[in-house]
């Protein structure tokens, strides 16, 4: 009996220079929410302009109308082509659209994407967007599938902590990129662990070191010579 594949919202992008890059789906929930925000804050701006532009009679209507038409249809291009992929909503929830490949969302996605928010939308309320969103493996609506986008959430940086003040130690021997770039990550996040976790880690190269040395002190030194500080 085969078994289903498991919900999973990672995604894995492959580079053209092999390095893989794992971003995390956003699910309906949150896409609905961003789009609430948005929806309130387009209304909001409708009624400050129509509160200016019907003082003017025939002309503020026009005018009004051509402003509901304008942002309806592109508040979300603008947004996602010029701020990153995200509009107003989806940077209050830390997510953005980008395209399949991981690439910045284009003109031509960002068009396509929103020209069928109108399909989404039926039969009301976004109805057909959602069982699009539930039945695809990234949680793509119709106007994502047909500009293959997806909407992820955007990871934030990681802030790493100064190393320790103290003098650089070079190992008799040479290391290899990964084992160079493990020691580099230990020493900026060790801080943020306790004693006991940092030692734990660091004693799985005891053997590798002087017996007179601390291995975690070791490790510190380590990636300052590594990173060329002392």
Known sequence: MNTPPLIDTTYIIETPEGVELTLHIAGP?????????????????????????LKFGNIGVGL???????????????????????TLGKRLLGIKVILASGAPVTWSASMTRNLLRVADFLPFLNALGLIS??????FQRLGDIAAQTIVIYQDKPIKHNALPNMPAYHLSYPLTLEEQQAIINFAERAQTFSQERADELASIIQPLIADDKNATQALYQIAIGLLGKK
């Open 29 to 53: 929930v949150v896409r609905a929410i961003a789009w609430f925000i948005d929806l309130c804050i387009r209304l909001l701006i409708y009624i400050l302009l129509g509160n200016m532009l």
């Open 64 to 86: 009004l109308l051509l402003m509901l038409f304008l942002g309806e249809w592109f508040y979300y291009v603008l947004f996602e082509v010029y701020a990153g992929g995200k």
């Open 133 to 138: 969103m539930i039945c695809t493996k990234n």
